[in-house]
């Protein structure tokens, strides 16, 4: 006799198992805990087998009928249905690995280890969340799935908080993520290939930076007057003499330094061009770093945050360090240091050009040239840099200084 939701309803549970039999081969077994569970029973090749179809009441009556019949068709058609239920959920299993969200993950994790062209930490994490911002639209979607129009809705969302750089950058991720895609036989082309140009170009600003002598001067002066965390201070005076990036000098640790050589060498790991580069210090950059080191050393993170000495100081620290001494975003920012330093010592006169693009660590398509100029140069960068320090010590004190462009005193 056909079951009942009434008879399945107050189906008890009793200390062994046991069926209560529908039709066709459908009963449902009653746990002894009280878990009541659809199963189906069917003969492949005159064996006989069961299928689990759900239990109750997750699963009512009616649709566990509606389970039983899709099974006998598949039966019909010489198909096991345990057969088939493996096999949709080893695809299921398949699907969830190819959405474009897994495949970014291993993108990402992949570019964190891709030898001399891996990732800097902070270009990683800048990128992982650059791609996040896609979760939500096409995140879940297996990427042979997505198509061009998924993936530009998805970047106007960013596009239209005003973000233009950030939809930018992200529709460039994306695209690198179905190139990988492509490239490991998940996917046969990249759906973003045409998209160039759908976006609205940010406009192009410079860091700010103050790179007139006077203005310097004031600048520097300012920075031994900040009344704010100490750390911060000796992080402000420590930039201009080494014009490093900003999170080379955040993530700068004590192991990479040697003072008494009057050498900082920061590893390739941490480095834009993924390449070891080697910093010569002036007497006063050494004496900011030993001030430093009776706060935070002798190892560790040389500015490390006030929150814990484990992580680095924040990207924002300095910047909010010149904010608090009136200086504007387009005034001067921490990366402003660099194009302080490579401003006005090309305008000097007094430096080789391959020099100053070497202190800067700009990078050299040609290896063999760049093997040489390194070496060629590293005499007149310690010579430099020396230079450069009792310089922005002239400026420090307001004296007569020659301004380099124009060959007129200023004070």
């Known amino acids: 006799m056909p079951l009942t939701d009434v008879a399945i309803r107050n189906a008890k549970p009793r200390p062994k198992p046991y069926k209560l039999g529908d039709s066709l081969g459908l009963f449902l077994l009653v746990q002894p805990a009280g878990g009541k569970l659809w199963r189906l029973k069917y003969r492949v090749d005159g064996k006989e087998k069961k299928l689990s179809i759900g239990s109750y009441p997750e699963v009512g009556l009616a649709e566990a009928r509606r389970r039983r019949d ?6 019909s058609s010489g198909k096991d249905p345990s057969r088939e239920k493996k096999r949709k959920k080893v695809q ?7 959405t474009f969200a897994a495949i970014a993950a291993e993108f990402c994790e992949k570019r964190r280890r ?5 990732w800097a930490p902070a270009t990683a994490t800048r990128s992982e969340y650059l791609l996040s911002l896609l979760k939500g639209s096409i995140g879940k979607l297996p990427i042979a799935d997505i198509e061009p129009a998924d993936v530009l809705s998805a970047v106007r969302k960013i596009e239209g908080k005003g973000k233009l750089e950030s939809a930018r950058r992200t529709l460039q991720l994306a695209s690198a993520v179905f190139r990988y895609a492509v490239a490991t036989a998940r996917l046969s082309s990249d759906p973003t290939r045409d998209l160039r140009g759908a976006l ?15 203005r310097v001067g004031e600048l520097l002066r300012a920075i031994d007057g900040y009344e704010g965390q100490p750390i911060t201070k000796l992080a402000m005076q420590l930039a201009p003499h080494v014009f490093v990036r900003p999170g ?3 993530h700068a640790e004590w192991a990479e330094f040697d003072l008494e050589g009057a050498l900082w060498t920061i590893p390739a790991s941490k480095t834009k061009m993924r390449k070891d580069h080697l910093v010569p210090l002036s007497r ?6 030993e001030d430093t080191r009776t706060l935070t050393g002798p190892d560790g993170f040389v500015f490390p945050s006030i929150r814990s000495r484990k992580r680095p100081m924040s990207d924002n620290t300095i910047n909010a360090g010149l904010r608090r001494l009136g200086y504007a975003t387009d005034e001067m920012t921490t990366h402003g240091f660099r194009a302080m330093a490579s401003t006005l010592l090309n305008e000097s006169g007094k430096w080789h050009p391959d020099a100053i693009e070497r202190a800067l660590a700009h990078g050299d398509s040609d ?7 390194r070496g060629a140069h590293w005499k007149e960068r310690v010579a430099m840099a020396q230079w450069w320090s009792d310089y922005l010590d002239q400026l ?3 004296a007569q200084v020659l301004h380099p462009e124009f060959g007129k005193a200023v004070s």
Do not use: C, M, S
């Open 248 to 250: 080379e000098l955040r």
């Open 396 to 398: 420090r004190q307001g």
């Open 92 to 98: 299921a299993q398949i699907q969830a690995e190819t």
């Open 70 to 75: 899709d099974a006998r068709e598949l039966l």
């Open 200 to 214: 609205t170009a940010p406009t192009v600003t410079h860091y700010g930076a103050i790179i007139d002598p006077v």
């Open 114 to 118: 891709d030898g001399q062209k891996a």
């Open 284 to 289: 006063q950059a050494i004496a900011i770093l």
């Open 367 to 373: 290896k063999v040239r760049a093997a040489y100029h």
